[in-house]
């Protein structure tokens, strides 16, 4: 699947460069106001915050929110008491695209994080040119080198990192790494796409424990949300299980006992 993803974005940046260039992009940068603290925002004092992510489907399930309105998801988000958001802007396999960041960027204050699969220095332009506050960067796809690359790059746009990890091997690679990033354990093994809480129980003793920490994947309930937060993680990444909901706002307050 990680295969297919990465061939067909590989496919989508080709065409994009030729529409838009990385100076062209820097161009548009330059107009833009500063970005919003991304990580200051999800690292609170003995509280678990909250990145709400908006998706509108999966490679594993398809399309998992019918009516699917970015702009209004994010005022749910930030109503119901959000820190930051994910969107996922993925076009071919998660149905996302950057639009949807625009538009969430336009309806609300909080910090936007940008998922999709970074490899390049032109993504990093392209995240901060269409408003995104921070950029996911994935550990398995990036080799050390190109990780220091882009997030000293993110670093001199100002956007906040969230470098992701789900195993021990992808955990030693990123620790040694000098710049500030949150750290994301993902549940997820994106090979398999299958979901095991367990890989957070076994990478997080070995975090240091001054690292900002972020749980993706996997999350269904506040049993979980209080797990956690008992554990010491800063920040857990949830949109499924917001995406699945009627009541978005009322999921929410059960989901983080709020």
């Known amino acids: 699947m990680i295969k297919k993803i990465i061939a067909k974005k590989k496919e989508r940046l080709a065409v994009l460069r030729q529409q838009q260039t990385e100076e ?3 161009e ?3 107009r833009l106001p500063p970005t919003r603290p991304f990580i200051d925002s999800i690292n609170k004092p003995r509280v678990i915050s ?16 019918q009516d699917f309105n970015p702009q209004e998801i994010a005022k749910i988000y930030q109503e119901a008491g959000a820190q930051a958001i994910s969107v996922l802007t993925e076009e ?9 960041l625009t ?5 609300v204050d909080l910090p936007i994080l940008r998922k999709d699969f970074i490899f390049e220095a032109y993504q990093v332009y ?6 995104a506050d921070a950029i996911l960067l994935i550990a398995d796809l990036l080799t050390k080198e190109k990780l220091t690359e882009l997030l000293n790059l993110s670093k001199d746009l100002g956007l906040g990192c969230l470098v992701e990890v789900h195993t021990e091997k992808e955990l030693k690679k990123i620790l040694t790494l000098k710049l ?11 090979h398999t796409l299958e979901v095991d809480l367990k890989t957070t129980e076994r990478l997080y003793p070995l975090i240091p424990k001054d690292r900002v920490v972020v749980v993706e994947s996997g999350i269904k309930n506040y049993q ?7 554990l010491g993680v800063n920040a857990i990444l949830v949109g499924r299980a917001f995406m699945q909901a009627q009541d978005i706002k009322k999921k929410i307050e059960e989901l983080m006992g709020w």
């Open 92 to 100: 071919d396999f998660f149905l996302g695209s950057n639009e949807h």
């Open 50 to 65: 909250l990145i709400a992510e908006i998706k509108k489907a999966t490679p594993a399930e398809g399309i998992i929110r």
């Open 224 to 230: 979980d949300v209080l797990f956690l937060k008992i």
């Open 180 to 190: 500030p990033f949150a750290l994301g354990i993902n549940n997820r093994n994106l």
């Open 24 to 26: 062209a992009l820097k």
């Open 28 to 30: 548009r940068i330059s």
């Open 103 to 107: 538009q969430v960027r336009q309806a």
């Open 126 to 131: 392209e995240t901060r040119a269409i408003g």
